[in-house]
């Protein structure tokens, strides 16, 4: 069974840094496309960046555009988002999506993506 699992959430003051993870079992995230997304209270899911299968492309919403930057552990099997300079709008639930549909694709940015976590909740304090 495939499963994504987010983790690293927390509460971080505005300004501050925060790096979460997404850890994939039951399949390797090897050659397929992965995202983040994220959810705040009352708003609807957003996408906030994206990563190649070969990690050498990546995109970014204009809010995370500067501030946070995805990367990927083939070897360990996960996904990062190393989020800076947080503010209080980037509060939200962030979820880790993947495209286990197509092996080495080659449309990216566009990803259709799949396979979702369970999220995990980021909160910035004024």
């Known amino acids: 069974q495939v499963r994504l699992v987010e983790s690293g959430g927390g509460l971080v003051r505005t300004g501050g840094s925060l790096r979460i993870s997404c850890a994939v079992s039951?399949?390797?995230?090897?050659?397929?496309?992965m995202g983040w997304f994220r959810q705040a209270p009352g708003k609807e899911r957003e996408f906030v960046a994206a990563i190649s299968w070969s990690g050498g492309r990546s995109r970014y919403s204009d809010s995370a555009k500067g501030r946070f930057t995805i990367s990927r552990d083939n070897a360990k099997n996960t996904v990062y988002l190393q989020m800076s300079s947080l503010k209080p709008e980037d509060t939200a639930d962030y979820y880790c999506?993947?495209?286990?549909?197509?092996?080495?694709?080659?449309?990216?940015?566009?990803?259709?993506?799949?396979?979702w976590g369970q999220g995990t909740q980021v909160t910035v304090s004024a």
């Open positions: 999506a993947a495209d286990f549909q197509h092996r080495y694709g080659t449309n990216f940015p566009t990803i259709e993506y799949d396979y």
């Open positions: 039951g399949r390797s995230l090897s050659g397929y496309a």
